[in-house]
């Protein structure tokens, strides 16, 4: 797997993968899409999550931060 060279979009999909856990995939796609991240990763980071990074996965905390 490729390291990130844009941290715009690293920190779109960071925010996309807790929406996705908290709302869904639809609203996290919606999402990253507003934040011009390619639709090949999109359909990568939601459809496929053992296909993640492992820093893409949010930990039981961050979602609890987040509710």
Known sequence: ???RTNQRFAEAVEQAVVI???SGAA???AFLEA???P???ILRVLSKASVRRRSDN???S???KCR
Do not use: C, G, I
């Open 1 to 3: 797997m490729q390291s």
């Open 20 to 22: 996705d856990a908290l």
């Open 27 to 29: 609203t996290a796609w």
């Open 35 to 37: 934040h011009d991240v």
């Open 39 to 41: 639709r090949d990763t």
């Open 58 to 60: 949010p930990t039981a």
């Open 62 to 64: 961050t979602l609890d």
